[in-house]
């Protein structure tokens, strides 16, 4: 991650899948390259999937786009995020159909903020997570996002 | 200044999204607004002008706290027509 205007997401934070078995899997799947960059220790993870069944469906935020997280001390070890798109949805609660799993991860609970808010940009439209959605390559998602990103920015001065 | 203080299950994610949202629509249209987030507890034991949260979290509230519902936590256009016609209302106070 750059704050100087480079490219803010990664090839290797961005898991492409056809599909995945059910939503703990897709957190887990979607997780992974936080665990290998140890931005989270495993418990992490297991902390995000009872976060859901603890707070029901909320996790997904607009439709088609869920963004599991869990708190700092549930094995947290720095601020970071990571992408899974779903060529077919995955359930998450009882009918929300999810293509795109945003896992979170801050060891900090203000240090996320700048981080939060350009991931906004990728999901505070549909037409945007449609436009994402429809990417082929992990080259062709981030160039977009970085798009969405770039015009938050603009937006917010 | 209308104080806000926007809900979610633990206080880190989503309520940050839907503060920085509200923010960013009351600045566009010249509303004086501070919205922060809170988990559920916390927001127990505050007084702001208006809690703002999704329906799951409100019906939680007691009567006697001003909620708002928002459809959504991240969504602009949902966001902007569940809540700017109440800032509007409010800023008028």
């Given at each position: 991650m750059d704050e100087n205007g480079k490219m803010y997401l990664s090839e290797e934070h961005l898991e492409f899948r056809?599909?995945?078995?059910d939503w703990q899997e897709a957190i887990t799947v979607a997780a992974q390259p936080l665990l290998t960059d140890q931005i989270?220790?495993?418990k992490y993870i297991s902390a995000m999937i009872e976060n859901v069944l603890k707070f029901g469906d909320y996790m997904v935020l607009v439709p088609k786009v869920a963004m599991p997280h869990a708190r700092p001390?549930?094995?947290?070890?720095k601020t970071g995020f990571s992408i899974l798109k779903l060529d077919e949805p995955v359930v998450f609660g009882e009918s929300q159909e999810v293509y795109l799993i945003i896992c979170l991860a801050t060891n900090d609970n203000q240090a996320h903020l700048a981080m939060l808010q350009k991931i906004s940009a990728l999901f505070d439209e549909e037409e945007k997570v449609d436009a994402l959605l429809k990417t082929a390559s992990k080259r062709e998602f981030i160039t977009l996002s970085e798009e969405f990103i770039h015009e938050e920015e603009e937006d917010d001065d | 200044m209308i104080k806000i203080i926007t809900v979610c299950?633990?206080?880190?994610g989503s309520s940050n999204l839907l503060a920085m949202k509200i923010n960013q629509i009351a600045k566009k249209n010249g509303i004086e607004v501070d919205a922060t987030p809170s988990d559920f507890n916390a927001a127990l034991g505050e007084e702001p002008d208006l809690f703002v949260t999704v329906d799951e979290f409100a019906?939680?509230?007691?009567?006697t706290k001003k909620v708002a519902v928002v459809?959504?936590?991240?969504d602009k256009k949902k966001i902007t027509e569940d809540i700017l016609p109440l800032l509007e209302e409010l800023d008028k106070e």
């Open positions: 056809p599909s995945v078995t989270i220790e495993p001390e549930s094995g947290a070890l | 299950g633990n206080g880190i019906k939680q509230f007691p009567n459809r959504s936590y991240a």
